[in-house]
């Protein structure tokens, strides 16, 4: 069974940079795709993008200036870096597999809340 | 981006009685590879989502076959046969044809 374990810090103040990493637990990070989607309190979901095994990324044309994603394969992990952050990007973030051939995203961290305020 | 759109945004629901939640999307979902990358989610009260559904009707691993989905094109469904105390949460469609993926905004079953 696939778990996904997140983490990083939870407050931040505005300008600075958000980095949050997600652990891989029964399964290979170089196997899958990998997804990091936030939402914002009581909102809906939006997709901040994505790494391919050949660790090429996709990413949302909306943060796509200010993100990156990452994978250390030594570790079984992946990250999310978002710079410049605002109030606007307070939110709770999940990290998610997903299948290659459904393009479904199957399995999800626990989301890991972010809060940005001065 | 594409966008989905939800109907209705609440379904208050009586336990054991069918639930429908239908999901439209801007343009139609079907991939050039002629696969349609529409998905489900359930979002229970403080958890994250749980996919339910993937490519239209295919159910995910574990996930009870009350949960159908349905449809073709722009135009689908989520059908719960008959409602458990269990199923309250939102619920999202979400597709993954066009970059970006987009969601719903999500459709709340309540119990009546």
């Known amino acids: 069974q696939v778990q996904l374990q997140q983490w990083g810090a939870g407050l931040l103040k505005p300008s600075e940079t958000l980095s949050l990493t997600c652990g891989v637990y029964?399964?290979?990070?170089?196997?899958?795709?990998w997804s990091w989607i936030r939402q914002h309190p009581g909102k809906g979901l939006e997709w901040i993008g994505e790494?391919?095994?050949?660790?090429?990324?996709d990413y949302n044309p909306s943060l796509k200036s200010r993100v990156t994603i990452s994978v250390d394969t030594s570790k079984n992990q992946f990250s999310l870096e978002l710079t410049s952050v605002t109030a606007a990007d307070t939110a709770v973030y999940y990290c998610?597999?997903?299948?290659?051939?459904?393009?479904?995203?199957?399995?999800w961290g626990q989301g890991s809340l972010v809060t940005v305020s001065s | 981006d594409i966008v989905m759109t939800q109907t209705p945004l609440s379904s208050p629901v009586t336990l054991g009685q069918p639930a429908s939640i239908s999901c439209n999307s801007s343009?139609?979902?079907?991939?050039?590879?002629?696969?349609?990358?529409l998905s489900w989610l359930q979002q229970r009260p403080g958890q994250p989502p749980r996919l339910l559904i993937y490519?239209?009707?295919n159910r995910f691993s574990g996930v009870p076959d009350r949960f159908s989905g349905s449809g073709a094109g722009s135009d689908f469904t989520l059908k719960i046969s008959r409602v458990e105390a269990e199923d309250v949460g939102v619920y999202y469609c979400?597709?993954?044809?066009?970059?970006?993926?987009?969601f719903g905004q999500g459709t709340k079953v309540e119990i009546k």
């Open positions: 998610a597999r997903e299948e290659a051939t459904s393009w479904s995203l199957d399995y």
């Open positions: 029964g399964g290979s990070v170089r196997d899958y795709y």
């Open positions: 790494i391919k095994p050949t660790g090429n990324t």
């Open positions: 343009q139609s979902l079907v991939h050039r590879d002629g696969n349609t990358y």
């Open positions: 490519k239209i009707s």
């Open positions: 979400t597709q993954a044809t066009h970059n970006p993926w987009t």
